[in-house]
């Protein structure tokens, strides 16, 4: 019996974190034929050109080698680390797994949640900034919210740069 496609969402940012969570998720848990989901998540006050048409819903699913153009990446607001998208590209090829990438705007833990149910994922991964008590206290803590809030298993990746918390 054939394994059945998953829709793996990974919270990105490009953080050290969030680029240690996409390292994970690669090495450890994506398959052949899986699907990644880059997920993104801008501030309410973000200038995007598309963002009145898709403020509710987020982008639609960009496909990879769309998103790693720089007028598409411009258009959406983002600035992704292109070593990071050229090493994933690689791996999409390599283990043949399709990624697209999604943009959402608003709260980042609300958004992140949302786009769980709405895109269907099966699992979800994202980085860990490692805030202290008190900077979580005040902040708040996205990965935390998203644990205790999505409706999927949720992995937690540490950045290995993590400074002590």
């Given amino acids: ?30 398959k052949a034929g ?15 050109s598309h963002k009145e048409l898709w403020k509710s819903t987020g982008s639609p699913l960009v496909p990879m080698l769309e998103f790693m153009e720089m007028n598409v ?11 990071e998208l050229e090493i994933l590209q690689a791996e999409s090829k390599s283990k043949k797994v399709e990624i697209l990438a999604k943009v959402y705007w608003g ?16 699992t979800f991964v994202l980085g860990c900034r490692g805030l202290g008590p ?14 205790n809030n999505a409706t999927c298993p949720v992995t937690v990746v540490r950045s290995p740069t993590r400074p002590n918390a």
């Fill in 73 to 83: 990446q411009v258009g959406y607001g983002i600035n992704p680390d292109k070593e």
């Fill in 134 to 147: 008190l900077k979580r206290a005040l902040l708040g803590s996205v990965s935390n919210y998203v644990v």
């Fill in 107 to 122: 709260d980042a833990r609300e958004k992140l949640c949302e786009a769980v149910d709405d895109l269907k994922v099966d």
């Fill in 1 to 30: 019996m054939a394994a059945e496609k998953r829709t793996i969402g990974l919270g990105m940012d490009y953080s050290p974190s969030s680029k240690a969570a996409a390292r994970w998720a690669v090495d450890n848990l994506v």
């Fill in 34 to 48: 899986d699907r990644i989901i880059l997920i993104h998540v801008l501030p309410k006050g973000a200038d995007a």
